[in-house]
């Protein structure tokens, strides 16, 4: 009986023991997947917190930089209405009323000697007027060129190569110009020439691209200065889509090589502008060229309008980072439908070329875009070379 006792009890230990392995052995079962899933959801989460810092490392290197109070040049559509600011300028025009809504800002840009950074999505980085602001008063404000600016009278004898000039701007206004950096004629010891064109009016994606054309078969390098119309002119009624035409003829000039130059917003008598309304054509022509490219372009020549100025323009203007830049050479080439023969027309642009001259053409003149070639052609046999504005 005792020995039937012993083996009883000892038979119930050994089950309890079995029992208590068994269970173990599940707890293991259990735990390990356990283990192996914090251990995954650990690794996952230190994954996700790298990457947020690699995507904010490489967004600090993609975006320009910006101080306190400094707004980006273009706010998209429907940033645009909570940020949105009134031009200051006077006006009642649909497209003026459409872009009023620009920041008013100033572009920081260098002068340019090389093509600029494309970075895409970026914009131009602007300051407040109040920062350029106020004008000394020791800056005159008067018009400096009535009725617009002409250039002195250069005349080159065809059968001889001999320039004469038989008449010039007065030495204290040139002095002016060349004190602030603007551009009149350029080199004027150096048997060079360039080539600038006005891109406003009814000028086209294709007048400009048959430009373009004969520049890159010759491989010369010119300027287009760019107005608030050229691009509104290729925009939707919102002033928001802009058509691929326009902003692709723009990309084409950049990479092609030739630079790109801000002729205002609307077009106006710079002159006659008040201090902020200046800034506000400039600063807005910058954003509307930044959304067309769509990277920002850092522009550093400016045409005023028919060439008006004064003192104060050539003031701000440098201040913007702007080479105000005017011509030593234009003839009547801007109505359409009033163009001379283009024999004339070439034969007239051969006599007004002399050393540093600056040319202006309008690139909605067909007799232009259809002498180019021959002009290049003349200047070259002359012994010019054709440059690039800013060299």
């Not at 020439?193 to 009016?201: A, I, V």
Request: aromatic share 8%.
């Amino acid at each position: 009986m005792a020995d039937n006792n012993k083996r009883f009890h000892t038979s119930n230990q050994s089950r309890r023991k079995t029992r208590r392995k068994s269970h173990g052995g599940l707890w293991l079962l259990l735990l390990i997947p356990l283990i192996l899933a914090l251990g995954i959801a650990l690794g996952l989460t230190v994954r996700y917190i790298l990457d947020q810092h690699e995507d904010a490392k490489k967004k600090e290197t993609q975006q320009p930089s910006q101080t306190a109070g400094e707004l980006p040049g273009i706010v998209e559509s429907e940033e645009m209405n909570s940020t949105e600011e009134t031009s200051p300028a006077e006006s009642t025009s649909e497209e003026e009323t459409a872009e009023s809504t620009e920041q008013q800002a100033e572009p920081t840009k260098p002068t340019q000697t090389t093509q600029p950074t494309q970075q895409e999505g970026a914009f131009t980085p602007t300051k407040a007027a109040s920062e350029l602001l106020p004008v000394p008063d020791t800056v005159g404000r008067e018009t400096l060129s009535e009725g617009g600016w002409y250039g002195g009278k250069f005349v080159r004898d065809l059968s001889t190569g001999t320039v004469k000039c038989e008449w010039d701007r007065a030495a204290d206004l040139i002095k002016m110009l060349k004190d602030y950096g603007a551009i009149y004629h350029k080199n004027e010891d150096q048997k060079v020439c360039y080539l600038t064109f006005d891109c406003g009016g009814t000028t086209s994606a294709s007048d400009v691209n048959e430009i373009l054309d004969t520049l890159k078969a010759k491989n010369v390098k010119a300027i287009f200065m760019i107005p608030g119309d050229y691009i509104m002119n290729n925009l939707n009624r919102e002033g928001e889509s802009i058509k691929q035409d326009c902003a692709a003829s723009l990309r084409r000039i950049v990479e092609e090589g030739h630079l790109l130059g801000s002729h205002t917003y609307t077009h106006p008598q710079m002159p006659t502008l008040s201090d902020e309304d200046f800034i506000f054509q400039l600063n807005t022509q910058q954003n509307r060229i930044d959304k067309a490219l769509g990277y920002a372009y850092p522009l550093s020549y400016y045409r005023p309008p028919e060439g008006g100025i004064s003192e104060r323009d050539l003031y701000l203007a440098q201040k913007m980072g702007y080479h105000v830049t005017l011509w030593s050479y234009a003839y009547m080439d801007w109505n359409p439908n009033n163009q001379m023969a283009v024999n004339e027309a070439l034969n007239k642009a051969k006599v007004g070329l002399h050393d540093g001259c600056v040319y202006l053409f309008h690139a909605l003149s067909s007799t232009n875009r259809a002498m180019l070639g021959d002009l290049i052609d003349y200047m070259r046999a002359e012994g010019y070379e054709v440059r690039r504005i800013d060299q």
